[in-house]
C-alpha cells in the first residue's frame, strides 16, 4: 500500500481521530515524521524474511565463540 507524503491537515485529522489532538505549530512536524516512518515500514515490507526462525527460537547458549581478533 503505497504511501505519499502525509500532509500536514491529514496527521493533524489522523492524530484527533485518534484523541491526540495536536496544536497547530506541531502539525508540519508530526507530518513529517510520519511521512519518514511510512518510508521505512514500506522498506522492511519489502525484505524476504521466509527462512527466518521467531525470535523465542534463538538460544544465545547454542553460540560457537570461535572468532579471531
Excluded at 17 to 42: E, K, N, Y
Aim: proline letters at 10%; hydrophobic letters at 45%.
Amino acid at each position: 500500500m503505497p504511501f505519499g507524503d502525509i500532509t500536514p491537515s491529514e496527521a493533524a485529522r489522523w492524530a484527533a481521530r485518534g484523541g491526540l489532538p495536536l496544536p497547530a505549530d506541531r502539525h508540519g512536524a508530526v507530518a513529517a515524521t510520519a511521512s519518514h516512518i511510512h518510508s521505512v515500514v514500506a522498506v522492511l515490507r519489502e525484505l524476504d524474511f521466509g527462512d527466518t526462525p521467531p525470535a523465542p527460537a534463538y538460544r544465545a547458549a547454542q553460540e560457537a565463540h570461535d572468532a579471531a581478533v
